[in-house]
């Protein structure tokens, strides 16, 4: 039961890809709806959860937030120290100098979604109508996971072929996260510490590389309602859960 309802994440995940697809040739709109939704996602879902279950600290400050800091560094010290950053200002297709980037946040990605079905298994546990609600909301979120993990492969000049494939790749982590709640429980503190760096890896992509490549076309208000939307977007489907 728990592994067909995660199937609605699959579907909605590749509609998602399907729309990064589809609208590629608004592209600086595309953008700046892709940093909306991840912004939106690091301030109303993966932080929230990483937070959520009175955290262990380090010299005080809870270790999710500390390493939602080490994943933004770590990020930026890559980018710039290895090469791979190029002028905002520019308009080419991605950074076709850094696939790995884009391969390395679409793992992230996938593994988030892989989190998400284990959240759909782990609720129906506690009883049908806990675990209809959070599935609700993972579906509607996963539409967005989906969008993000094609988009973000793409801009780092990985081809169609390879950003197919990572879309499918998290289209399938749902059930496999569905699967995992039968025989697996993740111990909390790694869950958290790995939500906590993969937000603050998601906050660098979104703050400092695609929002400035969004804003260096020339449909400034426009990129600037995507963005507010893919924000409110996930603002209500986070709401769901809650």
């Known amino acids: 039961m728990v592994v067909l309802v995660a199937l609605g994440s699959f579907i909605t995940t590749l509609l998602g890809g399907y729309a990064a697809l589809r609208i590629g040739s608004y592209r600086y709109l ?5 940093a909306g939704l991840m912004l939106g996602a690091v301030a109303f879902d993966l932080l ?17 937030l500390v390493a939602f800091v080490l994943g933004f560094l770590v990020l930026h010290f890559i980018e710039h120290t290895v090469g791979i950053h190029r002028g905002h200002g520019s308009d080419d297709a991605g950074n076709s100098d850094a696939p790995g980037v884009g391969i390395l946040a679409a793992s992230g990605l996938i593994g988030h979604s892989v989190m998400d079905g284990f959240a759909i298994g782990a609720a129906f546990q506690a009883g049908a109508g806990a675990g209809a609600v959070v599935a609700v909301a993972v579906i509607g979120h996963d539409f967005a996971d989906g ?3 094609y ?17 499918a790749a998290d289209a399938v982590a749902p059930l496999a996260g569905a699967a995992l709640t039968l025989a697996v429980t993740i111990p909390h503190r790694l869950l958290e510490l790995y939500l906590g760096f993969f937000a603050g890896f998601l906050m660098y992509l979104a703050s400092a590389d695609i929002l400035p490549r969004a804003h260096a076309g020339h449909r400034i208000p426009a ?13 209500m489907i986070v709401g769901l859960a809650s």
């Open 48 to 64: 929230p959860e990483a937070l959520s279950q009175r955290p262990w600290s380090l010299f005080g400050i809870p270790a999710p």
């Open 223 to 235: 990129t600037l309602a995507c963005t507010l939307g893919g924000v409110l977007f996930m603002l």
């Open 30 to 34: 595309v953008l700046g709806l892709a």
């Open 147 to 149: 969008f993000n993990t």
């Open 151 to 167: 988009t973000v492969t793409s801009l780092y000049g990985n081809d169609r072929r390879r950003a197919l494939a990572l879309l």
